[in-house]
């Protein structure tokens, strides 16, 4: 598959559960973001990964951990969540995060929080 | 902190009108602009974007201004369709800098 895939498209877990999102990008690109998305509020930025290095925490609490382990792959680890982290996350890539450039987005993990 | 505003956040116009979606941005630094469409249960992508050094874009039925003295830049489509019904975000983005920052989304309804 080209472009940005997202693994799992639905996701619904307990707070104390501990799971995974997986984000793939098959663009050649060096950057890597995590937005959330919740109704009726803007995309918020979660993190930026360029060349596999974090370069931006936009204070999301330490329930989220984000990992890139390669430049292609971004993960986002979430354990004991709350209802209020029910949203749609959405993976994002780039050329290069420094550029100002286009972001190509993946479809998106639609989380609900019991 | 940087911000994004965009308005109307819902706009309803009858097919073969013209839509105009507005966006002010707080960061003087901010050079790139690119705005993104959503239709429902799909992904934000871009449909056209503007850079600083530039005042006003167009393709096709859709065209962006810049006012950077303002800073404020607006989307316009012409010619409205009812496929072009969706959410569309602006943004605004600077050079040496990692964030991309949205405005809220404006839900557009074309009617047939």
């Known amino acids: 598959e080209t472009g940005v895939t997202q693994t799992p498209r639905h996701l619904v877990m307990g707070m104390t559960n501990k799971k995974s999102l997986k984000c793939e990008q098959h663009?050649?690109?060096?950057?890597m973001y995590w937005y959330k998305q919740s109704a009726k509020k803007p995309l918020e930025l979660m993190f930026v990964?360029?060349?596999?290095?974090?370069?931006e925490n936009n204070s999301v609490p330490s329930r989220f951990s984000p990992e890139c382990p390669n430049s292609s792959h971004l993960f986002l680890h979430l354990h004991t969540l709350q209802p209020e982290d029910s949203a749609l996350y959405l993976c994002?890539?780039?050329?290069?995060?420094?550029?100002?450039?286009?972001?190509?987005f993946g479809p998106g993990t639609r989380l609900t929080v019991l | 902190g940087e911000n994004v505003e965009q308005h109307p956040s819902t706009l309803s116009v009858q097919e073969g009108d013209s839509a105009v979606i507005k966006c002010t941005y707080s960061d003087s630094a901010s050079n790139y602009f690119p705005w993104y469409k959503q239709e429902l249960g799909k992904r934000p992508q871009l449909i056209i974007d503007?850079?600083?050094?530039?005042g006003e874009k167009k393709d096709q039925r859709i065209a962006v201004t810049l006012n950077k003295t303002a800073k404020h830049f607006s989307l316009h489509i012409t010619e409205t369709q009812p496929e072009d019904s969706a959410v569309y975000f602006c943004?605004?983005?600077?050079?040496?800098?990692?964030?991309?920052?949205f405005g809220a989304g404006t839900r557009l309804f074309v009617k047939a």
């Open positions: 663009l050649g690109h060096n950057a």
């Open positions: 503007i850079r600083s050094n530039v």
């Open positions: 990964y360029s060349l596999e290095e974090r370069v």
């Open positions: 943004a605004a983005s600077r050079a040496g800098g990692f964030k991309t920052i």
């Open positions: 994002a890539s780039s050329q290069e995060a420094r550029e100002g450039g286009t972001q190509y």
